[in-house]
């Protein structure tokens, strides 16, 4: 027998709740702010919206499905299944967040802050979630493919992300690498660097987009659902021992590029999520492309 879906909230702490786990009470918080000429109660107003949102969407769920609710900080430890419907209440950085961790399950996302999110991945209110969780199961619903991008180690470590991932090093060093693309016959040109990062179209918005306009780039940014992804190495150093004739390119399907490692550690992290990253030592290699999953939200 099938189990019944199950509607997977995820939220992230307030910026109210963050100040009590630092100050441990209102009043405490409320005594720092204002020591620094600022309130607490634009913090409070954000913290009961997004309460209130919480418990409206919780409310909407039918009564056939089970639920469950999962904070940012334990996504990496929360078992998605094939069968959860996973609503998002938050700022759009948090789909981003959530993505990695999915394999195809439907995405919807709710804006706990209309007007100071921009909504461009939680496009929808509250009171929409009901008959969005009945399109999630519904055969022919609408939704949207966005493209992801990955990073697989020669070790079989695998990583996903929806806006972008970013390789280098772990503290402010320069990273050094071999880097080439499938297909080449040499080793790669050997480079030193503050790191490569890899984008999607969902991801140009953001950090792709600023690496983008800093080249002043010809190639066009790529748009959400289209399978193509850009790649900027950024302040590559040339010298003696290491080029920078590749520092930039695209990617399109079964293209990918290839990093050997030539420090004494790399992390490997997407879309800001650097506390759940691959970490590659000298001699490792890592290929970055396309992935094969893709973020299935609902419109």
């Not at 503290?171 to 080439?180: E, I, P, V």
């Amino acid at each position: 027998m099938s189990l019944a879906p199950r509607a997977v909230l995820v939220h992230r702490r307030t910026e109210y709740e963050e100040l009590l786990a630092r100050h441990g009470t209102h009043g405490q918080a409320a005594f720092f702010l204002s020591s620094r000429g600022r309130s607490i109660d634009e913090a409070v107003r954000r913290h009961e919206r997004t309460r209130q949102a919480l418990r409206e969407v919780a409310a909407a769920v039918p009564l056939t499905w089970r639920s469950a609710r999962v904070e940012r900080a334990d996504l990496d430890r929360f078992l998605f299944g094939p069968e959860d419907v996973v609503v998002v209440v938050g700022q759009d950085g948090l789909v981003a967040n959530t993505a990695k961790y999915l394999r195809g399950q439907p995405v919807v996302g709710i804006d706990t802050d209309p007007g100071r999110n921009p909504g461009v991945l939680v496009r929808h209110r509250c009171t929409d979630a009901a008959s969005l969780l009945r399109a999630a199961i519904a055969a022919g619903g609408r939704a949207e493919e966005l493209t992801m991008v990955e990073a697989v180690a020669d070790d079989t470590q695998r990583l996903l992300a929806l806006n972008e991932i970013y390789l280098g090093s772990p503290g402010h060093q320069t990273a050094r690498y071999r880097l080439g693309s499938d297909g080449d016959k040499g080793p790669g040109e050997a480079q030193a660097s503050s790191g490569v990062l890899v984008g999607t179209g969902t991801g140009a918005t953001g950090w792709l987009r600023s690496l983008w306009l800093e080249r002043g780039s010809s190639a066009g940014l790529p748009a959400p659902c289209e399978r193509r992804l850009l790649w900027f190495v950024r302040e590559a150093w040339p010298s003696p021992a290491t080029g920078t004739t590749r520092v930039a390119g695209e990617l399109g399907r079964g293209q990918g590029l290839q990093l050997t490692v030539e420090s004494d550690r790399i992390v490997v992290f997407g879309d800001g999520m650097e506390g759940d990253a691959l970490e590659l030592t000298w001699g490792q290699s890592v290929r970055l492309g396309i992935a094969g999953t893709s973020l299935h939200l609902v419109t």
